[in-house]
Each structure stands twice: as structure tokens, then as C-alpha cells.
């Protein structure tokens, strides 16, 4: 069982352009999180998502970024016109359940999709 | 959601025991706390999780006092490679929520 996989690991755009960050979660997992960590700094919450609905979008700017996970495909993490303070790491997790729904309900990350904005 | 506070940084010696401690004071009947493990450039990894008392695994062991207001995640005789940031979670027993980080610790250990 492959973990979480994400892609691309490394991202360069210029500003104005758009980002697409793609996170096949852990087979069986119908839950999915994105974070963004900024360097030296901890993970924030961006949104949970689960199959075709977004569960939690209270950590995602209110513009340019938006997320889905369709019913067929990997979640996508898609920023839009992307501005120099956009670059971070983003993480994206998946779990089979919700993280409160029982002790043990782990979240798997992936290894990261690195964005330079330039 | 209950707040959590750990110190900053705790520097170690290899084959020294590590305790890290993570005050809850707010933590409501039905959290969780669960801690978590980032090497640099990676992304988390589960270590442990508890309700109360004592649980033990191969990586760690987790103290929780019966007030719950504070849990200490502890290390046996480090190595080079526990050398990360380590993060306390309270996570709401329930369905719908999602795990919100802290500043975590940043642990480094020296040879």
C-alpha cells in the first residue's frame, strides 16, 4: 500500500501564473487535509476535504485558492495568479476516518509539494 | 478547541532520555492528544496517541496525568536521527475535525 503520495515535489512559477498541487491519498482513505508550512515555521490548516465535499475550508484564503477531491482522481490544491508570498511547503494528509472518530485514527502526510513563486 | 502549549526548543545527548511536555489546560472530556514527528523537508509521522494514563509503543511512550491538563511524550535513549520537531495535537473526539499544529519542539540531539 503506496502512502501518500503528492506531485510535483518541486514547483516553480511566476507570479500571475497559476499552481496545481495534485495528493493521491493512501488507498481506502476518504479523507483528505492540505497544510502549507512557511519555512522554520509549523503546519496551518488550510481544508479537509472528503470525497466531493469540503468538510473544513476555514484555513484557505478566500481568494485564489481553491481545492477539491472528486469522486475519481487525486485531491487538487489549485492557487491561483500566485504572488512571491504563496511560496511554501504544502502538505496534504489522509486518514480512513475523521481524526476524532476513534483513538489510533491517524493522518498520513505526504512528502510535500515545494512552491517557489518567482 | 483546547490550546497547546510545549517549549520552543530542547537540545539532548544521544542515548539520553527525552521528555517533552505539552500543557492542555482547556482539553474537554472527549480529546484526544496525539503527537506527531517532523525530520526536515518531510512531512509528519503519527508517533503516539492517548486518552489518559500511560500508553507505550516502539517508538515512545505518552504520560497523561488524570487531570489531563498536560502530557509528556517521552523518548528512550535518543539517537542522532530523533533529531526533529515534535508536535503536541488535542484532537476533539468527534467526526468532522481536523488536527491543528502547534509551534512543536524542536528537538536536537547531539552527539
Known amino acids: 500500500n503506496a502512502g501518500v503520495m503528492q506531485n510535483p515535489r518541486h514547483l516553480v512559477r511566476r507570479r500571475g501564473q497559476e499552481a496545481r498541487l495534485r495528493c493521491s491519498p493512501m488507498k481506502g482513505h476518504s479523507h483528505v487535509y492540505w497544510y502549507r508550512q512557511l519555512p522554520e515555521e509549523g503546519l496551518k490548516f488550510m481544508v479537509y476535504l472528503q470525497k466531493e465535499n ?22 487538487i ?7 512571491r508570498g504563496d511560496s511554501a511547503a504544502y502538505f496534504c494528509a489522509s486518514s480512513p476516518l475523521s481524526p476524532g472518530q476513534g483513538v489510533g485514527t491517524e493522518a498520513f502526510f505526504g512528502q510535500g509539494t515545494r512552491l517557489t513563486v518567482v | 478547541l483546547a490550546k497547546t502549549t510545549q517549549p520552543i526548543s530542547m537540545d539532548s545527548y544521544e ?17 484526544y492528544i496525539t503527537w506527531y514527528q517532523q525530520f526536515p523537508s518531510q512531512g509528519p509521522r503519527f508517533i503516539i496517541q492517548g486518552y489518559k494514563t500511560k500508553v507505550t509503543n516502539e ?11 498536560s502530557s509528556t511524550l517521552s523518548l528512550p535513549r535518543v539517537s542522532l536521527s530523533d533529531t526533529a520537531v515534535y508536535y503536541c495535537l488535542v ?21
Not at chain 2, 539520553?16 to 482539553?27: D, P
Not at chain 2, 517508538?59 to 491538563?69: E, G, H, M, N, T
Open chain 2, 15 to 31: 542515548g539520553q532520555e527525552v521528555n517533552i511536555t505539552c500543557s492542555h489546560n482547556n482539553i474537554a472530556t472527549n480529546d
Open chain 2, 59 to 69: 517508538v515512545a511512550s505518552l504520560f497523561i496525568p488524570a487531570d489531563r491538563k
Open chain 2, 91 to 111: 484532537v476533539l473526539g468527534a467526526a468532522g475535525n481536523k488536527l491543528t499544529f502547534g509551534g512543536g519542539t524542536r528537538v536536537l540531539v547531539k552527539p
Open chain 1, 54 to 75: 469540503i468538510i473544513d475550508e476555514s484555513g484557505m484564503p478566500k481568494e485564489r485558492f481553491s481545492a477539491e477531491f472528486p469522486k475519481e482522481g487525486p485531491s
Open chain 1, 77 to 83: 490544491l489549485r492557487i491561483q495568479q500566485v504572488v
